[in-house]
């Protein structure tokens, strides 16, 4: 007898009955996934779920869960690598109208995770609490901000955290506290457990409203005078390791002395103006980046014994969702820094 592999659920399972729990505008086939990351890569995604409401969010969950079909959460995909083969699943996409601020005078908060995280920041500022400004300038939403603890100036965001309202994979709300979410540095127990963060509250401290204002305006203009603006990109690529720290310095000093400032694959290249940012030049492809993370990583740990991972996420065209160094392989073609080198 043949052995036949089982059959994978399709995103087409579960169309109709989505179309069933959810307005027309909360549900699209065929999206470029380029157009939902800030990368602007990545082929197509099979369906998008973009709930306006927390009872939308959990019909599509519970179709999603009684179907089988893949599914992956997205904010504003500031930190993913769409893969250039898209993706044969149903993205379910946070956004704005999971929005919602408030703030008490003793530094508790509560805020939706769609929100915007500069606006986020600037209300904690506006009602006089310290502790949020080091995120001014981080472009992504607040439930993708909690979920990656993310930060500036070596600080992150589950600092703050006390808790964060999910919707699970079988569409019932839970509060689950911090002790449970495993901060450790731009990583969370968040990243794997499958939950949609729909809202989180905070502890700040109180501040002046006045300096903590000059303080943002001071980190946006160094932001500014450091990281590449005009090319689609998604930040650092590698997480800082203290152990590369105190040998080198931080991952885009390393990369740099490893010799890649600037190296191109394709239309991927590593930064000219940072070295741990890659931007797409135009037609850049999931494997240009893929290929220069791995070349980064080998070549650096050639120099220094450190391999370094990745911050940034890939999202495999099956729905697996993984750092990209865990992906990445250093191509055979690849010429020495110099040869593909573009202004
Ligand atoms: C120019 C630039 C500068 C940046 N600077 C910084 C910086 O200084 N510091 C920093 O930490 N990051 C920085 N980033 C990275 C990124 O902005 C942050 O990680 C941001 O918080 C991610 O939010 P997002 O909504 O875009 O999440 P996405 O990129 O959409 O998702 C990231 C991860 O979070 C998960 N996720 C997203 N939303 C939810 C949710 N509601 N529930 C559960 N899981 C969710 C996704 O599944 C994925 O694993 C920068 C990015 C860019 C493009």
């Given at each position: 007898?043949l052995?036949?592999p089982?059959r994978?659920p399709t995103?087409?399972?579960?169309?109709t009955r989505l179309?069933q729990?959810?307005?027309?505008?909360?549900?699209?086939?065929?999206?470029a996934?380029a157009?939902?990351?800030r990368w602007r890569?990545g082929?197509?995604?099979?369906?998008?779920?973009?709930?306006?409401?927390?009872e939308?969010l959990?019909a599509a969950?519970?179709?999603?869960a009684?179907?089988g079909?893949p599914h992956?959460?997205?904010?504003?995909?500031?930190?993913?690598?769409?893969d250039d083969?898209?993706?044969r699943?149903?993205?379910?996409?946070?956004?704005?109208?999971f929005g919602?601020?408030?703030a008490?005078p003793d530094?508790h908060?509560?805020?939706?995770?769609g929100?915007?995280?500069?606006?986020?920041?600037r209300?904690?500022i506006?009602?006089g609490?310290?502790?949020a400004?080091h995120?001014?300038?981080?472009?992504?939403t607040?439930?993708?901000?909690v979920?990656?603890n993310?930060?500036?100036?070596?600080?992150?965001i589950?600092?703050?955290?006390?808790?964060v309202?999910v919707?699970?994979?079988?569409g019932?709300?839970?509060?689950?506290?911090?002790?449970e979410?495993?901060?450790?540095?731009?990583?969370?127990a968040?990243?794997?457990a499958g939950?949609i963060?729909?809202?989180?509250?905070?502890?700040f401290?109180?501040?002046d409203?006045h300096?903590?204002r000059?303080?943002?305006?001071?980190i946006?203009?160094a932001?500014r005078?450091?990281?590449?603006?005009?090319?689609?990109?998604?930040g650092?690529?590698f997480v800082?390791d203290?152990?590369?720290?105190?040998?080198i310095?931080?991952p885009?000093?390393?990369i740099?002395r490893?010799?890649?400032k600037?190296?191109?694959?394709?239309?991927?290249q590593?930064?000219?103006?940072?070295?741990n940012?890659i931007v797409?030049?135009?037609q850049?492809?999931?494997?240009d980046?893929?290929?220069l993370?791995g070349?980064a990583?080998?070549?650096?740990?050639?120099?220094?014994?450190?391999a370094?991972?990745a911050?940034v996420?890939?999202?495999?065209?099956?729905?697996v969702?993984?750092p990209?160094?865990?992906?990445a392989?250093?191509?055979?073609?690849i010429?020495?820094?110099?040869q593909e080198?573009?202004?």
């Amino acid at each position: 007898m043949l052995d036949v592999p089982a059959r994978r659920p399709t995103a087409g399972s579960a169309l109709t009955r989505l179309h069933q729990v959810l307005a027309a505008d909360e549900l699209s086939r065929d999206v470029a996934l380029a157009g939902l990351g800030r990368w602007r890569i990545g082929g197509p995604a099979d369906l998008v779920v973009t709930p306006r409401s927390t009872e939308s969010l959990a019909a599509a969950l519970r179709v999603i869960a009684e179907t089988g079909v893949p599914h992956v959460v997205i904010g504003d995909g500031s930190n993913l690598l769409f893969d250039d083969e898209g993706f044969r699943g149903v993205v379910v996409r946070v956004g704005r109208a999971f929005g919602g601020f408030a703030a008490k005078p003793d530094g508790h908060v509560e805020a939706g995770a769609g929100l915007w995280v500069p606006s986020f920041v600037r209300q904690v500022i506006e009602a006089g609490l310290a502790g949020a400004t080091h995120a001014i300038g981080i472009p992504g939403t607040l439930g993708g901000l909690v979920t990656m603890n993310g930060g500036s100036q070596r600080r992150g965001i589950g600092e703050n955290v006390l808790s964060v309202d999910v919707v699970k994979r079988d569409g019932t709300r839970r509060r689950i506290d911090r002790t449970e979410l495993r901060y450790s540095y731009r990583a969370s127990a968040l990243q794997d457990a499958g939950a949609i963060v729909v809202a989180a509250r905070f502890r700040f401290e109180p501040g002046d409203r006045h300096a903590l204002r000059r303080e943002a305006i001071g980190i946006l203009a160094a932001r500014r005078a450091k990281f590449p603006r005009v090319r689609a990109n998604c930040g650092s690529v590698f997480v800082s390791d203290p152990k590369l720290y105190s040998l080198i310095g931080p991952p885009g000093l390393a990369i740099e002395r490893a010799g890649l400032k600037g190296f191109a694959i394709g239309d991927a290249q590593i930064s000219p103006d940072h070295a741990n940012f890659i931007v797409n030049n135009g037609q850049a492809r999931s494997a240009d980046v893929l290929a220069l993370i791995g070349l980064a990583r080998e070549r650096v740990r050639a120099l220094t014994g450190i391999a370094m991972d990745a911050e940034v996420r890939h999202l495999a065209p099956d729905g697996v969702m993984r750092p990209a160094h865990e992906v990445a392989a250093v191509p055979r073609f690849i010429q020495p820094p110099g040869q593909e080198h573009r202004p």
